[in-house]
């Protein structure tokens, strides 16, 4: 018998007979229990079932980690055929991928119902219960073809594969099989938590002019519990997403005739953008940050410099041609072809609306001669800038074509970039606590070391890199150095934060350049006498005001903290004569700052308060012939919960404290059911 060495992740090496599968290791390795779904050996996937023939690694793979996940659901998406294909015998397999969430199957066959699901699902449970064994078969190109001879599409697959020389494998359990190079889980059994969520129809490989056949999705968790958290969370993100809040709360609008991704902030949401650039911009002051505002394009010789023009064109709106340069052109006989292809050469003059707001800023710097005492010399703006987003990519606030970054660039010596650094992901810090988004992380960009990519010399990115790194490791939170994730002209900081539902956000970003201030052949005087290049940082922490609204909007639920509140106060009365009191207390709190809205109409009070609730006001204040008569008011929270007979003016105090030091959540009505 010949024995052979296997290496563990803790190191230990062990001795087994050849021939002993991935299964038998893991379980010697780690008791019954494992939870493994497949194994790693020498860092490649591989089914349990694989035998081991020469000395190697083998590493479990657990469900629930991320290469777990994706076995488990391409696993289930293989069950999921089983259960159509027995349902209805006619219906064709095509393709049945894992993807980010789940898994789908297309199939060819006459369209189903969504109420058609829950029997596919049944089906599902039952073989999973039967623990069909999933076994792997290699089979010859001959056989392969006659295993799927009754099935166009997969033919055409297996066309394409042998083309390509991929595998001929196929994965069978019971009498079902598919083509398929794996690795599988080693029985259905392991697929017991699955649903299935919807249908829609796909053309056969995404192509219009094909087949149109059935999508069906599902869900798959390694066990009950996790099943139902993730239908929970799913739940929570549809009741939370903001663009159906938007709609909801009257936060903001997107109209066809404007256009697809362009963002109309309506008096509510324009609220809570300006509450949070005066927030953001209170503590840009406090930094040493100066205001400036630039126009929304710039000459194509701008972009030339900067190196955005003519390369990135296919994310860009296209140039703005002088009118006298299009006459002039056609005078000459320019075609539209010939036109355009100037456009993509670069060969013609013209202003672009402006991708990004660092050439701009680059001129204000280079507008004045600097010298180091200038320096770091901070410039801040709100700037607005336009990308061309395929229109498949757009949705709501968060795939937009014109976006207002939380800009700024800082200009800056070698010596300076540490602490500048610092002090932009303070700023982060300051913001996101006071939002109460505990929950975020940090990634680092570095330089892969191998790669000849990078600009500039690799003593100063040492330097640099150190900076993100200690900066990053300063803020007590989760961090990631990532190699290779740099831009070519200097690390970077990712911002990343996961909202009550457990979901990530990548905001923005704090950027190292060393490019910029080369093209634009940047210079300051040194305390030597000397030119010297200044450094530039580029930082939009939160990304952009559409984006970070939109986030924020899902993971308030629309229930903002009363300083972000668009109204903060709706005022109901009980009557009509309860008018004048009304419009005494609103002027009180609007003296003060504080957004109110009046309801003094002749609806009745049930249905006023139905009203002004699905608006999520802070508070509602109720005012009938008691608060009249004693100068005090009613307030009811969003819950529903209840405080009588506040006196007016402590109320206000109260209010505007409240709105003055931006607690996460409204608080002056003690809740009920504590
Ligand atoms: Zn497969
Ligand atoms: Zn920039």
């Not at 911009?281 to 710039?298: A, D, K, M, N």
């Not at 903060?568 to 809205?597: F, P, S």
């Amino acid at each position: 018998m010949t024995m052979i060495h296997i290496t563990l992740p803790d190191g230990t090496v062990n001795e087994y007979a050849a021939g002993i599968t991935c299964a038998e290791v893991i379980t010697d390795a780690l008791g019954k229990k494992h939870g493994c779904v497949a194994a790693k050996v020498n860092g490649s996937e591989r089914d349990m079932s694989h035998q081991l023939n020469q000395a190697c690694s083998v590493e479990g793979i657990a469900a629930e980690s991320e290469e777990g996940m994706h076995i488990l659901r391409h696993s289930a998406a293989h069950l999921l055929a089983q259960a159509v294909m027995e349902l209805h015998p006619g219906a064709l397999p095509t393709i049945g991928p894992a993807i980010d969430r789940g898994f789908y199957y297309d199939f060819a066959m006459e369209p189903i119902a969504e109420s058609d699901l829950k029997a596919i699902e049944k089906k599902m449970q039952e073989l999973a219960r039967r623990n069909l064994t999933v076994e792997r078969v290699e089979l010859d190109q001959e056989s392969l073809r006659e295993h799927f001879q009754h099935n166009p599409y997969k033919v055409e697959i297996i066309d394409d594969k042998l083309e390509a020389g991929d595998g001929s494998t196929i994965y069978k359990q019971g009498e079902w099989y598919d083509l398929c190079l794996g690795p599988h889980v080693p029985s259905t059994s392991r697929l017991m938590f699955v649903k299935l969520t919807s249908v829609s129809s796909a053309y056969w490989r995404g192509d219009q002019s094909r087949e149109q056949l059935v999508r069906i999705y599902g869900l798959v968790e390694p066990t009950k519990e996790a099943l139902k958290a993730t239908l929970h969370r799913m739940e929570e993100a549809k009741k939370r997403d903001h663009r159906k809040l938007g709609k909801d709360l009257q936060l903001f609008h997107i109209d066809e005739d404007v256009g697809q991704g362009l963002i109309l902030w309506t008096p509510r949401g324009a609220v809570i953008r300006q509450e949070l650039q005066d927030f953001i911009s209170h503590h840009l002051r406090r930094q040493g940050y100066s205001q400036v505002f630039t126009p929304h394009i710039g000459k194509l010789d701008l972009y030339r410099t900067s190196g955005h023009f003519p390369y990135y064109q296919e994310s860009q709106y296209p140039p703005l041609v002088e009118r006298d340069l299009m006459l002039k052109l056609a005078d000459e006989g320019c075609s539209c072809s010939e036109l355009s292809n100037l456009m993509k050469t670069g060969d013609i003059d013209g202003y672009m609306l402006k991708p990004m707001n660092c050439p701009h800023h680059v001129k204000i710097y280079a507008s004045q001669a600097r010298s180091y005492r200038n320096l770091p010399l901070r410039l801040a703006e709100f700037g607005t800038v336009y990308r061309w987003e395929q229109s498949g990519e757009i949705s709501g606030m968060t795939r937009v074509r014109g976006f207002t970054q939380d800009d700024a660039h800082l200009f800056v010596t070698e010596d300076q970039i540490a602490e500048e650094v610092l002090g932009c992901i303070e700023l982060v810090q300051i913001i996101f606590d006071k939002l109460g988004m505990e929950d975020y992380r940090v990634r680092v960009g570095l330089r892969d070391p191998d790669s000849t990519k990078y600009v500039g010399d690799p003593a100063r990115w040492d330097k640099a890199e150190e900076a993100c790194r200690a900066a990053a490791a300063s803020l007590g939170v989760k961090w990631t150095e990532e190699e290779g994730e740099a831009a070519f002209y200097g690390p970077k900081i990712d911002f990343v934060v996961k909202d009550v539902i457990g979901r990530e956000w990548q905001l923005g970003t704090v950027q190292v350049d060393y490019n910029l201030p080369e093209r634009f052949d940047l210079t300051y005087k040194g305390s030597d006498g000397e030119l010297h290049r200044p450094v530039m940082i580029h930082r939009a922490p939160f990304g952009s005001m559409e984006r970070f609204c939109g986030v924020l909007i899902e993971h308030f639920a629309g229930r903002f903290p009363t300083w972000l509140t668009p109204t903060q106060c709706h005022i109901i009365t009980i009557r009509g004569e309860h008018k004048a009191y009304a419009d005494r207390v609103a002027q009180t709190l609007r003296d003060r700052g504080v957004r109110v809205e009046v309801d003094d109409s002749d609806n009745n009070i049930m249905k006023k308060i139905r009203n002004h609730r699905k608006l999520q006001p802070a508070y509602m204040v109720i005012l009938g012939d008691g608060e009249m008569a004693q100068e005090t008011v009613s307030l009811r929270a969003r819950n529903g919960d209840q405080v009588a007979d506040l006196p007016h003016q402590d109320f206000v105090d109260l209010l505007v404290h409240e709105i003055e030091t931006k607690v996460t959540q409204p608080s002056l009505v003690p809740t009920q059911d504590e």
